[in-house]
């Protein structure tokens, strides 16, 4: 079964060499890496088409403007022949087992839809700074699932069948449609925590989600949770009324709150323990 990597880049052509690499170091054989340019305003499509020169695994693309990441992702799946996929960042890797972990765990429960694992979070030169340990299985079939607090990031891949199912990704957002893409596949199917580090997460200056991305990203991630909530039809989440129309992201925010307190997390982990006693 093959399995699509999908890299959209943007002025990321320097950091390229790694991703590559590790694409080349996968365990699982079966795969195909297909890069699709937003319109780069370096050199960044010509260094790509030097490193991965003619190897026939590799496809780059380019768009005719800069339409953003939801455009580009959205393409990308489009251009993909894999029964599977998962998105690498241009600036970041994955481990040698990352994709085999994931076609392992599809091929073990069709009932599996998405599947993500931790991260490795490096600095810009892609050394290894810690492991963060916000990632864990979460609790499936949940109406009230929203990923806030975040514990579903990468490396993530994502059955392509169930993907067609969905109203797919909003090419209208430039931030947080990973999230988006996210909260309409678990209503889909279930979620499998990989409990292996198969992600290298470089921090630097020009990533989309880092420094002064940082308040925009929560407010497009607030308004992709309200959205959810809306394509849920709910009304209240823990007796408070759900807003007609989204205001500001500490509207939606405040909503959520309880699933910080300790008796929420303890019941969660028991849900999520006998899931897991039930063969997730």
Known sequence: ???????????????????????????????????????????????????????YRFSIFENDKNYGVGVTKSRLIEL???????????????????????????IKNQDVVLT???FIRCDENLTPINTPKLTKQIRNNDQYFFNCPVQIVNFTAIRKDAYE??????STLRIAEDQDLYLKLYEKGKFKFINEANY???????????????????????????????RRKLKMINGKKIPDQYNTPSDIYTLLEYKHSRLYRLKNRIHVYIELLRGL
């Open 1 to 55: 079964m093959k399995f699509s990597i999908l890299i959209a880049n943007y002025n990321n052509g320097k950091f390229f060499k790694s991703c590559y690499e590790s694409l080349l170091n996968q365990t699982y054989q079966n795969w195909e890496a297909i890069i699709l340019d937003d319109c780069s305003t370096d050199d960044s499509v010509e260094i790509i088409r030097n490193i991965i020169d003619k190897d």
């Open 80 to 106: 993909s022949d894999g029964q599977f996929f998962g998105f690498v960042d241009p600036d970041d890797a994955i481990t040698p087992n990352a994709i085999h972990s994931s076609v392992k765990a599809f």
């Open 116 to 118: 993500y694992s931790k």
């Open 165 to 170: 199912e969905t109203v797919k990704i909003d």
């Open 200 to 230: 290298f997460y470089r921090m630097h200056n020009g990533g989309i989600s880092q420094n002064s991305n940082k308040e925009k990203s929560r407010e497009y991630f607030a308004k992709v949770i309200f959205n959810t909530m809306k």
